[in-house]
C-alpha cells in the first residue's frame, strides 16, 4: 500500500510504477499543476506555491504543512501518467487528519541513511524536537513512524513512545504484523531481491530471525544492499559475480527518488556492519 510521508509539516510520497511517452512537464510547471489539481481535488484545503517543488498546505483545521515535492517529481519524471493518482494519494492525506493522540500499536521502524537524518533534523529542530531514531550502524539510522491507511507520519523526541529501551522491539513486533508476504526473487547473476509490499524492505534487516537462522542460504556470510526506501538485494561474500552485479544493480537504484545508500554491508554477529571485500 502506498503512503505519504509526513515529518513535521515537510511531505513526502512513496509511489512505484512503470514508464509511459508522456509529455513531462518542468519542474516550476508541475509545481503549479500539482497545486492547482491539489486544490481542486480537496478544496477544503489552501494549497499555495511556495517555491519551484514545494507547497504549503493549510487545512481546514488550521495544520499548515510544507510539501516538499522533489522526490514526487521523479517520481512523476518517471511515471508522467500517474499524475492524477499522485495528486488524489495527497488529497487523500490531506483530508486524513493525524491522530491527536499517537497510536503506539502502529508505530513501526524505517531504515533511513545519515543523509537523511541531516536533512530533516533542522525541520525538527525548527519545532523544538530531533527526530526519533536510533543508530544501526554507521551510515544506517533506525527512524520510527506512525503508520495509518494513508500516511505514516516520522516521530520525534516530543512524541510520548513509553519506554524507550522498549521501542524497538515493540516496533518491530508491530511490523511483522502489518507486512505482507516475505518473497525472494533470484537473478540469474548470483544476487536475490527481497519484496515484502513496497514500503518497508529495508526494515526487514530488523528481523533476525531472517538473517540468524540460515533460511536465507547464500554462498559465505549475507550481504545486503538497501539502497531505496522498497529494495532489498541480497548475495553471499564469497560470490564475486553476485557481489559485482548487485553492487551495479545498487549503484542503479541509488541514484532513484526515495533512494537510501548503494553501500554493502554485510551480517556478521548478530547485526550488519558496512562491507569490505578486502
Known amino acids: 500500500m502506498r503512503r505519504v510521508f509526513m ?63 522533489t522526490n514526487i517529481y521523479g517520481e512523476y519524471r518517471g511515471q508522467p501518467e500517474r499524475f492524477d493518482d499522485l495528486v488524489q494519494l495527497f488529497a487523500r492525506a490531506v483530508r486524513d487528519p493525524v491522530p491527536a493522540k499517537l497510536q503506539l500499536s502502529r508505530v513501526v521502524p524505517m531504515i533511513k541513511d545519515r543523509g537523511w537524518l541531516a536533512e530533516i533534523a533542522p525541520i525538527f529542530r525548527s519545532r523544538g524536537h530531533e527526530p526519533l531514531f536510533e543508530p544501526l550502524n554507521k551510515e544506517l539510522v533506525i527512524a520510527y513512524v506512525e503508520d495509518s491507511s494513508t500516511r505514516a507520519r516520522y516521530l520525534n523526541t516530543g512524541d510520548e513512545v513509553g519506554d524507550r529501551n522498549t521501542l524497538r522491539a515493540r516496533a518491530i513486533g508491530n511490523l511483522k504484523r502489518i507486512l505482507p508476504k516475505i518473497e525472494m526473487r533470484p537473478h540469474e547473476d548470483g544476487w536475490a531481491s527481497i519484496s515484502a509490499g513496497g514500503n518497508y524492505e529495508p526494515s526487514l534487516l530488523l528481523i533476525d530471525e531472517m538473517w540468524s537462522t540460515g533460511q536465507i542460504k547464500v554462498d559465505g556470510d549475507v550481504v545486503i544492499a538497501v539502497p531505496g526506501r522498497d529494495a532489498l538485494l541480497v548475495t553471499g561474500s564469497n560470490n564475486r559475480a553476485g557481489l559485482k552485479a548487485m553492487r551495479a544493480m545498487a549503484e542503479k537504484l541509488a541514484t532513484a527518488p526515495y533512494r537510501l545508500t548503494k553501500a554493502l554491508f554485510v551480517y556478521r554477529e548478530g547485526r550488519f556492519v558496512a562491507f569490505d571485500p578486502n
Open 7 to 69: 515529518a513535521w509539516g515537510l511531505t513526502f510520497l512513496l509511489l512505484g510504477g512503470s514508464v509511459a511517452a508522456v509529455e513531462i512537464l518542468p519542474p516550476q510547471a508541475f509545481t503549479e499543476r500539482f497545486a492547482q489539481a491539489l486544490g481542486a481535488a480537496e478544496p477544503s484545503a489552501s494549497v499555495a506555491v511556495r517555491q519551484e517543488l514545494r507547497l504549503t498546505v493549510r487545512t481546514a483545521d488550521g495544520n499548515t504543512n510544507d510539501i516538499n515535492l
